[in-house]
């Protein structure tokens, strides 16, 4: 199925709706139910330490998934979306606290060509990016 978008509304420039996701260790429990990555990093504190990093981190693909839903979003058809890779550039650490993570995602049209649209998406936690060299293929309408 195609985007929502037509080839003709997308343009190279067109700046996608910025989001920014909370992530607190709620979210990381849950997601671990959902996935099946129990990884002690991800939910274990004194682990996490002992292990060199700073606290708790969150899962690779779940900080993935966020960024994507920014695309998603954006095509109005997830099955749109004919490709998406990033590169994990560093960890999202998520404190035990009420505040946790935020994550910020933007994203632009890099190219247009062939009723596909390439977008370039950034991803930052606190100004540094967490996510290197984020692209989504995404099928127009």
């Keep these: 199925m ?9 343009e190279v420039g067109t700046e996608l709706p910025t989001r920014t996701f909370p992530i607190r260790r709620a979210d990381l429990v849950k ?10 990093i ?21 900080t993935m998934a966020l960024a994507g839903r920014v695309v998603t979003e954006w095509a109005g058809d997830p099955g749109a979306v ?3 890779s990033v590169r994990f550039s ?20 890099e190219s247009v060509d062939g009723g596909r649209a390439v977008i370039a998406l950034t991803a930052t936690v ?10 989504a293929v995404v099928r127009l309408a």
């Design 2 to 10: 195609a985007s929502t978008l037509s080839a003709a509304d997308v």
């Design 31 to 40: 997601y671990c139910g959902a996935s099946g990555d129990f990884n002690v």
């Design 42 to 62: 991800h939910w274990n504190e004194r682990t996490a330490k002992a292990v060199g990093l700073p606290d708790v981190i969150a899962h690779g693909m779940f």
């Design 82 to 84: 004919e490709s998406y």
């Design 90 to 109: 560093r960890p999202v650490v998520v404190p035990d606290d009420d505040t946790g993570a935020t994550l910020d995602v933007a994203g632009t049209v």
């Design 126 to 135: 606190e100004g540094n990016k967490v996510l290197m060299a984020a692209k």
